[in-house]
């Protein structure tokens, strides 16, 4: 049997959802925070060390070493061989 090939998943910012409960829900620690009028990014880290940016909305009092849930769609998810490409 081979081993499953590398993957990477991919999930653009306006995709991340504010704050979340449900079961899609990932954790991150916020690292930098942009307040940008109706929008808010969060450049953050996952557990793993893994850097995320979310566009957000409603989340004017988070700040910078916040530990804040973002929501995911999964139908907005997209993944990549380890070459790169679209799968």
Sequence with gaps: DQPPAA?????????LTDIGDDGSAIHVTCQTVEHLGSVTYLHARLSDETEITAEVRNARDVRPGDSVKLAIDPARLFAFGAAGQRL
């Design 7 to 15: 993957i990477t998943i991919g999930i653009r910012p306006e995709h």
